[in-house]
């Protein structure tokens, strides 16, 4: 069925919580009932090393894996950002910027003027989808969808669309690394998949220092990881993606003033500048994105 529907439990017991909750729509479980999403009762701020519970006890030792490094963001470059992109994926491709936005009847897709956030090219997405993470492979865009188990293929170009992937459970960020796609779902585990058939070459559950990090949200595959926003933090880890252990932890907070902070919503963004060899964030309904590198605390 689809994770964690019905998890209406504090935390780490749900591997896939109803993350959008300011949204009313009824949720269907696979018994074909339906249930009124609801607020989760997580805490704003969880730190990624408090985010073990008694169901998500690590299985491996601690000490199996070494500490991850600490990092913090340094700011290159302030940008603007459109405030109300509900920003579920970002990403530079061929030296354009690509964001997907969700929400149901605000979802598309765009390529954005990487320094203004303004809209340059748009399709929306149907009302009844709610956009999630994006990806390109070749001259395709491929779109995540929340709860639909439904990824869409665009033509890069003209946005027109070209196919349609399914899959089970929900769907949250997603990469491609060059060989494989990398998919989140809210949980602790990433999925590898076929590129051509979004097929499940295999899974791997992401642990810090051997403790489980649920949550995972918008990816960036850049320099041989794997970049993830931790839902409802201001953490982003990055992953060694054949092993599932994170190699550091990089904290963006403070990005936004506490002005700016009005009205928005959680940090979700990470595009990797191969150009620069910088990253850009953003968040949802951020009024800005940041151009950064990941320097030591
Ligand atoms: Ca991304």
Not at 259 to 274: C, F, H, P, T
Request: with cysteine.
């Amino acid at each position: 069925m689809g994770i964690g529907l019905l998890c209406l439990i504090p935390i780490m017991a749900c591997s896939g919580p109803a993350k959008n909750a300011t949204q009313s729509s009824s949720l269907h479980t696979s018994s074909g009932t339906s249930v009124e999403e609801v607020e989760p009762t997580y805490s704003s701020n969880i730190e990624v090393e408090s985010s073990a519970s008694p169901s998500a006890s690590p299985s491996a030792s601690p000490s199996a894996t070494a500490t991850p490094t600490r990092l913090r963001v340094k700011v290159i470059e302030k940008r603007g950002h459109t405030n109300s992109a509900f920003t579920q994926g970002l990403e530079f491709h061929e030296g354009e910027l690509y964001e997907s936005r969700g929400r149901k009847t605000e979802s598309g897709i765009s390529v954005i003027d990487q320094h203004d956030g303004s809209v340059v090219r748009w399709m929306p997405l149907n009302d009844k989808y709610f956009g999630e993470g994006i990806t390109m492979v070749g001259d395709s865009l491929i779109q995540l969808t929340w709860m639909a188990g439904k990824a869409f293929i665009w033509d890069i170009k003209t946005f027109t669309q070209t196919g349609t992937f399914d899959y089970d459970g929900q769907g949250w960020g997603l990469c491609f690394d060059g060989t494989a796609l990398i998919m989140s779902n809210g949980s602790s585990s990433l999925t590898i998949r076929d590129p051509e058939t979004f097929a499940i070459q295999r899974e791997v559950t992401v642990k810090n220092s051997g403790t489980e990090v649920p949550f995972l949200n918008e990816l960036e595959c850049a320099k041989g990881r794997v970049y993830a926003n931790v839902w409802q933090t201001n953490n982003i880890v990055e992953i060694d993606v054949s092993t599932g252990d994170v190699t550091a932890i990089i904290d963006a907070s403070g990005l936004l003033s506490d002005e700016e902070k009005d009205g928005v919503d959680v940090l979700n963004g990470i595009a990797y500048s191969q150009t620069s060899d910088t990253f850009l964030l953003t968040g949802k309904l951020w009024p800005a994105m940041f151009e950064v590198t990941f320097v030591p605390m």
